[in-house]
């Protein structure tokens, strides 16, 4: 059992989900995550209440979710309801059988709501400036985020279970209603030139359809960029495979499929009244912003690559993790911008995690590991540039097979990580993965020299292997590899 879990109870209106959290409280990794499509927003516009029919599928998720938590001995965990039950008559009546169960159900304002999705997009972007959009089934927040901080929250009523009756009126009073809606909330110039950050299951499962129809050659949802015209060509498409009758093009969820068009329509209008520079899908929404929310300060302010590399480098490592100090110890050789220099920790951090894979497929451990891990506060260019790094290190040379994906960065931004690879490759060699070798040597560059400075009597750790890989990173930088003792 992992030593602490937290668990959020997502009472959507559309989907009623539990997720149990582990490991760093900055950077949570999720060990289990159900939802029930259960539909407490269907009907609502019409009746104003939630039908019985989806209260008994919501409370029978719920009463396993209960029991789902003690057996897993979860003590720590918020059960959230909002814009359906927020908004039914019968709302409250609801939140008392939810109480029977055994929970302690919180109902989370409009605003509430819409501040926890800016939280979550601030705790894996944190240098998102721009506006937030969390579509649900009930509602849609927007959220303006600026210097790590929310400057601005609204809830409105555009969710995708609540917009059928407008968009049956013509999408001429459908774009009506929702410039109106912007406009009296007071975000009609928010987001000019600006990101909008996406968030929600159904624009997520339309970036899916985005890469694919792209040809993207890196499936990740999160950080995900797409042109403001996009959805726009989405919509066609969806349309074109409608007269077909065909499925769409990729896959998506039975439950998301019903909700496509209603989101594509919606995203292409808020993306005419908003006018965003672009679109950036975060995977994080509502609850990981429940979890943010109640970090301190010093907490906040820590790099989510960077935590999350840490954990996994000391999880999977051989010895005590010392990604820190194989950066700094390398870091004298190269002359990165900050950016960069992030990215090149956050590889020195995994530098030891394919140790016990076979040793013909390490190097493919370690491009697996960049590209696919569940990493944020990094983009797909930035994923690459940690696969090649890896790859170097791991002894796979300077291109790794997924060239499609390699593609994604320039040729001098692939150079620059191999490098980084070979300078690691070099310093596990030498210190055998642990901390005494790099803290009794230095590397160094100068006057056309790669030097390598061994202290206080430590030069037999100098064998074949360090001087060849030495060579290595020295031919690489167009240097002269010399040795010297300190």
Request: proline letters at 5%.
């Amino acid at each position: 059992m992992f030593e602490q879990t937290t668990a959020i109870v997502d009472i959507g209106s559309n989907s009623v989900r539990l997720v149990v959290y582990a490991g760093s409280p900055r950077v949570p990794f999720v060990i289990f995550n159900e939802k029930v499509l259960a539909g407490l927003g269907e009907g609502l516009a019409k009746t104003g209440e939630l039908t019985r029919q989806s209260q008994r599928r919501a409370l029978a998720a719920l009463r396993r979710f209960r029991i789902l938590t003690q057996q897993m001995d979860v003590s720590d965990y918020r059960v959230v309801a909002t814009a359906a039950v927020r908004d039914a008559a019968n709302g409250p009546a609801f939140m008392d059988e939810v109480r029977a169960i055994g929970f302690e159900p919180e109902m989370l304002s409009g605003g509430e709501e819409a501040h926890m999705a800016g939280q979550g997009v601030l705790s894996a972007i944190p240098e998102a400036d721009g506006v937030v959009g969390d579509l649900g089934g009930g509602s849609l927040e927007l959220v303006d985020v600026a210097g790590g901080e929310i400057r601005r929250a609204v809830s409105l009523p555009l969710g995708v279970l609540r917009l059928a009756p407008w968009i049956a009126k013509g999408e001429a009073a459908f774009a009506k209603k929702v410039a109106m809606a912007i406009e009296e909330a007071g975000f009609t110039r928010q987001a000019r030139k600006r990101p909008f950050f996406l968030v929600g299951g159904s624009w997520r499962a339309l970036a899916r359809i985005d890469i694919q129809l792209n040809g993207y050659p890196l499936p990740i949802i999160h950080h995900y960029s797409m042109r403001s015209e996009r959805p726009a060509e989405i919509q066609l498409a969806l349309q074109e495979l409608e007269r077909r009758k065909r499925k769409t093009p990729t896959p998506v969820t039975a439950s998301r499929g019903p909700t496509l068009p209603t989101a594509t329509l919606l995203l292409r209008q808020l993306v005419e009244e908003l006018r965003p520079s672009h679109l950036v899908v975060s995977s994080f929404g509502i609850r990981e912003g429940l979890l943010y929310d109640r970090l301190d300060a010093d907490m906040r302010a820590r790099d989510p690559l960077l935590e999350a590399a840490r954990e996994a480098g000391r999880g999977l490592g051989r010895f005590a993790e010392h990604g820190a100090l194989l950066d700094r110890w390398l870091a004298p050789v190269f002359d990165d911008e900050p950016d960069a220099a992030r990215l090149r920790l956050a590889a020195c951090m995994l530098a030891d995690v394919a140790w016990q894979a076979h040793p013909d497929f390490r190097a493919e451990r370690g491009v697996d590991m960049a590209l696919h891990g569940n990493w944020v506060g990094i983009d797909g260019p930035g994923r690459v540039m940690m696969a090649q790094a890896l790859h170097s290190n791991f002894g796979g040379g300077r291109e790794f097979a997924e060239q499609d994906v390699a593609a994604l960065c320039n040729p001098e931004e692939l150079k620059r990580a191999s490098d980084w690879g070979l300078a690691m490759r070099l310093g596990q060699r030498l210190s055998g993965g642990v901390a005494e070798g790099l803290a009794l040597s230095t590397l160094s560059r100068t006057d056309g020299k790669l030097r390598l400075t061994l202290k206080n009597g430590s030069k037999d750790l100098y064998g074949e292997v360090v001087e060849r890989r030495l060579s290595t990173l020295a031919a690489a930088l167009g240097l002269q590899p010399e040795v010297s003792a300190g």
